[in-house]
Protein backbone atom coordinates (compact mmCIF):
# COMPACT_ATOMS: atom_id res chain seq x y z
CA UNK A 1 0.00 0.00 0.00
CA UNK A 2 1.03 3.56 -1.17
CA UNK A 3 1.82 5.60 2.21
CA UNK A 4 3.29 9.46 2.11
CA UNK A 5 3.60 11.16 5.36
CA UNK A 6 4.19 15.09 5.24
CA UNK A 7 5.95 16.78 8.07
CA UNK A 8 7.84 19.90 9.08
CA UNK A 9 4.53 21.64 8.75
CA UNK A 10 4.14 24.56 11.80
CA UNK A 11 4.01 28.63 12.15
CA UNK A 12 6.79 30.87 10.44
CA UNK A 13 7.11 34.46 10.38
CA UNK A 14 6.72 36.03 7.42
CA UNK A 15 9.88 36.38 5.82
CA UNK A 16 11.21 32.85 7.01
CA UNK A 17 11.87 29.35 6.37
CA UNK A 18 10.59 26.43 6.41
CA UNK A 19 11.69 22.79 4.94
CA UNK A 20 9.08 20.23 4.48
CA UNK A 21 9.51 16.45 4.20
CA UNK A 22 7.48 13.27 2.47
CA UNK A 23 8.17 10.00 3.46
CA UNK A 24 7.51 7.53 1.29
CA UNK A 25 6.54 3.61 1.17
CA UNK A 26 4.69 1.48 -0.36
CA UNK A 27 6.36 1.73 -3.33
CA UNK A 28 9.45 2.42 -5.77
CA UNK A 29 10.21 5.53 -4.87
CA UNK A 30 13.09 6.44 -7.11
CA UNK A 31 10.85 5.06 -10.21
CA UNK A 32 7.82 7.89 -9.87
CA UNK A 33 8.02 11.68 -10.19
CA UNK A 34 6.72 13.74 -6.92
CA UNK A 35 4.81 16.37 -6.87
CA UNK A 36 3.78 19.22 -4.12
CA UNK A 37 0.04 20.60 -3.97
CA UNK A 38 -1.14 23.17 -1.34
CA UNK A 39 -4.74 24.21 -0.75
CA UNK A 40 -5.41 27.47 1.47
CA UNK A 41 -7.87 27.47 4.22
CA UNK A 42 -11.21 27.43 2.62
CA UNK A 43 -9.79 27.36 -1.21
CA UNK A 44 -9.06 24.96 -3.97
CA UNK A 45 -6.04 22.97 -4.79
CA UNK A 46 -2.99 24.76 -6.16
CA UNK A 47 0.08 22.46 -7.92
CA UNK A 48 3.15 23.93 -6.35
CA UNK A 49 6.02 22.23 -7.90
CA UNK A 50 7.08 18.72 -9.40
CA UNK A 51 10.29 16.44 -9.39
CA UNK A 52 11.11 14.28 -11.88
CA UNK A 53 12.89 10.47 -10.80
CA UNK A 54 16.72 11.83 -11.69
CA UNK A 55 15.97 14.64 -9.19
CA UNK A 56 17.22 17.05 -11.55
CA UNK A 57 14.54 18.39 -13.64
CA UNK A 58 12.20 20.86 -11.40
CA UNK A 59 8.95 22.55 -11.93
CA UNK A 60 7.37 25.37 -10.26
CA UNK A 61 4.23 27.41 -9.93
CA UNK A 62 4.60 31.54 -10.53
CA UNK A 63 3.46 31.67 -7.28
CA UNK A 64 6.08 30.33 -6.06
CA UNK A 65 9.50 30.76 -8.32
CA UNK A 66 12.62 31.53 -7.36
CA UNK A 67 11.76 31.09 -3.34
CA UNK A 68 10.60 27.22 -3.24
CA UNK A 69 12.98 24.75 -4.01
CA UNK A 70 11.76 20.95 -4.03
CA UNK A 71 14.05 18.06 -4.42
CA UNK A 72 14.29 13.87 -3.12
CA UNK A 73 16.91 11.58 -1.71
CA UNK A 74 15.76 8.54 -3.41
CA UNK A 75 18.28 6.59 -1.27
CA UNK A 76 16.10 7.45 1.69
CA UNK A 77 12.39 7.37 0.19
CA UNK A 78 12.08 11.09 0.90
CA UNK A 79 10.14 14.00 -0.91
CA UNK A 80 11.40 17.69 0.37
CA UNK A 81 10.12 21.53 -0.37
CA UNK A 82 12.34 23.71 0.88
CA UNK A 83 10.24 27.48 1.38
CA UNK A 84 12.17 30.61 1.73
CA UNK A 85 10.79 34.08 2.18
CA UNK A 86 7.09 32.91 3.43
CA UNK A 87 4.59 35.50 2.93
CA UNK A 88 1.00 35.09 4.22
CA UNK A 89 -0.67 34.18 1.12
CA UNK A 90 1.85 30.46 1.61
CA UNK A 91 -0.19 29.66 4.46
CA UNK A 92 -2.16 26.07 3.48
CA UNK A 93 -2.22 22.44 4.01
CA UNK A 94 0.72 20.61 1.54
CA UNK A 95 0.38 17.77 0.26
CA UNK A 96 3.29 15.53 -1.47
CA UNK A 97 1.34 13.52 -3.90
CA UNK A 98 2.89 10.72 -6.39
CA UNK A 99 2.86 11.33 -9.94
CA UNK A 100 1.51 7.73 -11.75
CA UNK A 101 2.12 6.06 -14.50
CA UNK A 102 -0.63 8.47 -16.74
CA UNK A 103 1.29 10.93 -14.99
CA UNK A 104 -1.91 12.68 -13.05
CA UNK A 105 -1.70 12.34 -9.24
CA UNK A 106 -2.80 9.00 -7.77
CA UNK A 107 -1.56 9.14 -4.25
CA UNK A 108 -1.31 11.86 -2.01
CA UNK A 109 0.06 12.23 1.69
CA UNK A 110 -2.26 13.47 4.41
CA UNK A 111 -0.64 17.05 4.19
CA UNK A 112 1.03 19.16 6.92
CA UNK A 113 -0.33 22.90 7.30
CA UNK A 114 1.92 25.87 7.04
CA UNK A 115 0.72 28.66 8.63
CA UNK A 116 2.67 31.93 7.82
CA UNK A 117 1.77 35.15 10.71
CA UNK A 118 3.65 37.17 12.84
CA UNK B 1 -1.24 29.85 -18.12
CA UNK B 2 -4.78 27.11 -18.62
CA UNK B 3 -6.87 28.14 -16.97
CA UNK B 4 -9.53 25.87 -15.93
CA UNK B 5 -13.20 26.65 -15.15
CA UNK B 6 -15.57 24.54 -13.61
CA UNK B 7 -19.68 24.41 -13.28
CA UNK B 8 -21.23 24.74 -11.08
CA UNK B 9 -19.89 25.56 -8.51
CA UNK B 10 -22.08 24.10 -5.92
CA UNK B 11 -24.47 21.57 -7.31
CA UNK B 12 -27.45 19.97 -4.89
CA UNK B 13 -28.60 16.48 -5.43
CA UNK B 14 -30.61 14.06 -4.05
CA UNK B 15 -29.16 9.85 -3.57
CA UNK B 16 -29.92 8.43 -6.61
CA UNK B 17 -29.85 11.03 -8.97
CA UNK B 18 -27.81 11.09 -12.33
CA UNK B 19 -25.63 14.42 -12.03
CA UNK B 20 -22.90 15.36 -14.71
CA UNK B 21 -19.96 18.22 -13.57
CA UNK B 22 -18.80 20.52 -16.17
CA UNK B 23 -14.84 21.60 -16.61
CA UNK B 24 -13.59 23.78 -19.71
CA UNK B 25 -10.20 24.40 -20.68
CA UNK B 26 -8.70 27.86 -21.63
CA UNK B 27 -7.22 25.83 -24.36
CA UNK B 28 -6.18 22.60 -26.10
CA UNK B 29 -5.57 20.13 -23.30
CA UNK B 30 -5.99 16.94 -25.73
CA UNK B 31 -7.01 14.04 -22.68
CA UNK B 32 -4.64 14.64 -19.98
CA UNK B 33 -7.43 15.56 -17.65
CA UNK B 34 -7.76 14.00 -14.59
CA UNK B 35 -10.33 14.24 -11.82
CA UNK B 36 -10.58 14.02 -7.98
CA UNK B 37 -12.61 13.80 -5.18
CA UNK B 38 -12.03 15.51 -1.91
CA UNK B 39 -14.14 15.40 1.73
CA UNK B 40 -13.33 18.02 4.48
CA UNK B 41 -10.52 17.76 6.11
CA UNK B 42 -8.65 14.94 3.52
CA UNK B 43 -6.63 14.53 1.10
CA UNK B 44 -8.31 14.51 -2.45
CA UNK B 45 -8.76 11.18 -3.81
CA UNK B 46 -8.08 10.63 -7.14
CA UNK B 47 -11.00 9.06 -9.31
CA UNK B 48 -10.52 9.42 -13.04
CA UNK B 49 -6.84 9.86 -15.71
CA UNK B 50 -6.74 10.49 -19.26
CA UNK B 51 -10.00 12.36 -19.08
CA UNK B 52 -12.28 8.91 -19.26
CA UNK B 53 -10.41 6.06 -17.57
CA UNK B 54 -11.26 5.01 -14.80
CA UNK B 55 -8.53 4.60 -11.52
CA UNK B 56 -8.70 0.97 -10.16
CA UNK B 57 -11.05 0.75 -7.42
CA UNK B 58 -13.41 3.70 -8.07
CA UNK B 59 -16.97 2.51 -8.42
CA UNK B 60 -18.07 2.07 -11.93
CA UNK B 61 -21.04 4.67 -11.06
CA UNK B 62 -18.49 7.77 -11.92
CA UNK B 63 -17.24 8.29 -15.79
CA UNK B 64 -15.25 10.70 -17.81
CA UNK B 65 -15.56 12.11 -21.08
CA UNK B 66 -14.44 14.78 -23.02
CA UNK B 67 -11.16 15.96 -24.71
CA UNK B 68 -9.66 18.71 -26.24
CA UNK B 69 -10.81 21.99 -24.25
CA UNK B 70 -14.72 20.27 -22.72
CA UNK B 71 -14.96 17.60 -20.36
CA UNK B 72 -17.75 15.93 -18.21
CA UNK B 73 -17.44 14.19 -14.91
CA UNK B 74 -20.92 11.53 -14.31
CA UNK B 75 -22.42 9.75 -11.59
CA UNK B 76 -24.89 7.77 -12.49
CA UNK B 77 -26.42 7.15 -9.75
CA UNK B 78 -25.46 9.49 -6.34
CA UNK B 79 -24.57 7.42 -2.99
CA UNK B 80 -24.21 9.08 0.48
CA UNK B 81 -20.68 8.62 -0.22
CA UNK B 82 -20.36 10.49 -3.40
CA UNK B 83 -21.19 13.71 -1.41
CA UNK B 84 -17.95 15.94 -1.80
CA UNK B 85 -15.85 18.33 -3.67
CA UNK B 86 -14.66 17.38 -6.91
CA UNK B 87 -11.87 19.33 -8.74
CA UNK B 88 -10.43 18.66 -12.09
CA UNK B 89 -6.94 18.77 -13.05
CA UNK B 90 -4.81 19.36 -16.56
CA UNK B 91 -1.69 18.09 -16.97
CA UNK B 92 -0.54 18.70 -20.14
CA UNK B 93 1.52 21.77 -19.99
CA UNK B 94 3.15 23.34 -16.80
CA UNK B 95 2.02 25.30 -14.86
CA UNK B 96 -0.62 22.31 -13.99
CA UNK B 97 -3.71 23.79 -13.11
CA UNK B 98 -6.92 23.09 -10.96
CA UNK B 99 -10.40 23.82 -11.31
CA UNK B 100 -11.75 25.86 -8.57
CA UNK B 101 -14.12 22.71 -7.41
CA UNK B 102 -17.97 21.65 -7.25
CA UNK B 103 -19.35 21.26 -3.74
CA UNK B 104 -21.87 18.28 -4.50
CA UNK B 105 -24.65 18.97 -1.65
CA UNK B 106 -27.51 16.99 -0.22
CA UNK B 107 -30.53 18.39 -1.83
Known amino acids: EVQLLESGGGLVQPGGSLKLSCAASGFTFSDYAMSWVRQAPGKGLEWVSN????????YYGDSVKGRFTISRDNSKNTLYLQMNSLRAEDTAVYYC???????????WGQGTLVTVSS | DIQMTQSPSTLSASVGDRVTITCRAS??????LAWYQQKPGKAPKFLIY???SLESGVPSRFSGSGSGTEFTLTISSLQPDDFATYYC?????????FGQGTKLEIK
Open chain 1, 51 to 58: IKTNGVST
Open chain 2, 27 to 32: QSISSW
Open chain 2, 50 to 52: KAS
Open chain 1, 97 to 107: AKRGVWEAFDS
Open chain 2, 89 to 97: QQYSSYPYT
